[in-house]
């Protein structure tokens, strides 16, 4: 079965840019969802078809996905920006969907 | 406000059964597919089981075939997951999300409910 890599963690400093990254075969040809948890909380939505914000997702939120990697780019991070981060694609072979393991951004 | 709430979570021994509930509100719930994601505590998301809008199509991972069976009724916009023979790594917090997308583009998840959790110990 198809299998996402990320990174276990990221720290950045505030006002920085984070950048995490989704790993897979041929990546880039497939469509990449994003997902945000914050402690105690149930992940949300931030991106969508590798780029597009759902509404209320700040534009420092932005996404892109080429080769073998997508990557969710955050810009001038704030504390607030701190949870796990989730990649998801759809498999069309099992028609099942899979996510990563998950990075865990840590604002510094 | 559209939302998704689960109930029915609990401890259970092995081999025991229990049955998830989500109320959705705020949308129009037959429109859409349904689905339950759970995550291991303190581990990542594990998709479970999907349903389609009408309620005719079902699908489930590897790991819960045979054992759980995901439905839905309309017209009281609830969700349904009956769990039966039940593990101990089935323990997990368990969320009713709702999907969007397209059959070529795949879907994604655009609300989730906050999740009710599942303990089957003994």
């Known amino acids: 079965s198809y299998e996402l890599t990320q990174a276990p963690s990221v720290s950045v400093a505030p006002g920085k840019t984070a950048s995490i990254t989704c790993g897979g075969d041929n990546i880039g040809s497939k469509s990449v969802h994003w997902y945000q948890q914050k402690s105690g909380q149930a992940p949300a939505l931030v991106m969508y078809y590798d780029k597009d914000r759902p509404s209320g997702i700040p534009e420092r939120f932005s996404g892109s996905n080429s080769g073998n990697t997508a990557t969710l780019t955050i810009s001038r991070v704030e504390a607030g920006d701190e949870a796990d981060y989730y990649c998801q694609m759809w498999e069309s072979s099992s028609d099942h969907p899979v996510f990563g393991g998950g990075t865990k951004l840590t604002v510094l | ?122």
């Open chain 2, 1 to 122: 406000e559209e939302q998704l709430v689960e109930s029915g979570g609990g401890l259970v021994q092995p081999g025991g059964s229990l049955r998830l509930s989500c109320a959705a509100s705020g949308f129009m719930f037959s429109s859409y597919w349904m689905q339950w994601v759970r995550q291991d505590p303190g581990k990542g998301l594990v998709w479970v089981s999907r349903i389609n809008s009408e309620g005719s199509t079902t699908s489930y991972a590897d790991s819960v075939k045979g054992r759980f069976t995901i439905s839905r009724d309309n017209a009281k916009n609830m969700l349904f997951l009956q769990m039966n023979n039940l593990r101990p790594e089935d323990t997990a917090v368990y969320y009713c999300v709702r999907g969007w997308g397209t059959i070529s583009l795949g879907w994604y998840f655009d609300l989730w409910g906050r999740g009710t959790l599942v303990t089957v110990s003994s």
